[in-house]
T-cell receptor, first 115, second 112 residues
Framework: NAGVTQTPKFHILKIGQSMTLQCTQD?????MYWYRQDPGMGLKLIYY???????DKGEVPNGYNVSRSTTEDFPLRLELAAPSQTSVYFC??????????????FGNGTRLTVT | GENVEQHPSTLSVQEGDSAVIKCTYS??????FPWYKQELGKGPQLIID?????GEKKDQRIAVTLNKTAKHFSLHITETQPEDSAVYFC???????????FGSGTRLSIRP
């Protein structure tokens, strides 16, 4: 199993451009999450999904959109990129919700710079 | 809402010594407390977890303790080695929750 795969690993975006960060998992996990991690800071939840066709906002959803058309894929879209979106983005998945004591499996992140 | 506080934010210990990282949670209904280790350039990885019906759990050189009354839980690393250098995150969640709450992280450095 590859686990959680994120692409690209690095990207530089100009202010106002849009892009999609890709995330796919091959563990048949129902739950998927997007976090951002600013330098020296902790993890902030952007969006999450409890299954195909269902998404919900986390702590910091503004400026982002997600979709979950399949169990495997959970892309994160940035519209009209701003410098404040410069961060490292992590996708994660789990078999069931965190309340069911199900550990998170993280990808290795996408380092995004908006200039 | 639920909040998890983590201390210290940075910790430097001599190789071979012990390291302790402490967390406090606010929601008494929390019942699952995992610890994640994040190495440079990688995503966090689960290293140990504890459930609310257990007071202590060990796995080789790492251990986690839970004090439900005080709403504290701690990570203990003994006989520290260079490969223990990383950022460590505590977290808490409760039954029926879809998402977990992370602490702010502790950067652990092991001095040779």
């Amino acid at each position: 199993n590859a686990g959680v795969t994120q692409t690209p690993k690095f990207h530089i975006l100009k202010i106002g451009q849009s892009m999609t960060l890709q995330c796919t998992q091959d563990m048949n996990h129902n739950y998927m999450y997007w976090y951002r991690q600013d330098p020296g800071m902790g993890l902030k939840l952007i969006y999450y999904s409890v299954g195909a066709g269902i998404t919900d906002k986390g702590e910091v959803p503004n400026g982002y959109n997600v979709s979950r058309s399949t169990t495997e894929d959970f892309p994160l879209r940035l519209e009209l990129a701003a410098p404040s979106q410069t961060s490292v983005y992590f996708c994660a998945s789990s078999y069931s919700g965190q309340g069911s004591n199900s550990p998170l499996h993280f990808g290795n992140g996408t380092r995004l710079t908006v200039t | 809402g639920e909040n998890v506080e983590q201390h210290p934010s940075t910790l430097s210990v001599q190789e071979g010594d012990s390291a302790v990282i402490k967390c406090t949670y606010s929601d008494s209904a929390s019942n699952y407390f995992p610890w994640y280790k994040q190495e440079l350039g990688k995503g966090p990885q689960l290293i140990i977890d504890i459930r609310s019906n257990v007071g202590e759990k060990k796995d080789q050189r790492i251990a986690v303790t839970l004090n439900k009354t005080a709403k504290h839980f701690s990570l203990h690393i003994t006989e520290t080695q260079p490969e223990d250098s990383a950022v460590y995150f505590c977290a808490a969640s409760k039954r029926s929750a879809s998402k977990i709450i992370f602490g702010s992280g502790t950067r652990l450095s092991i001095r040779p």
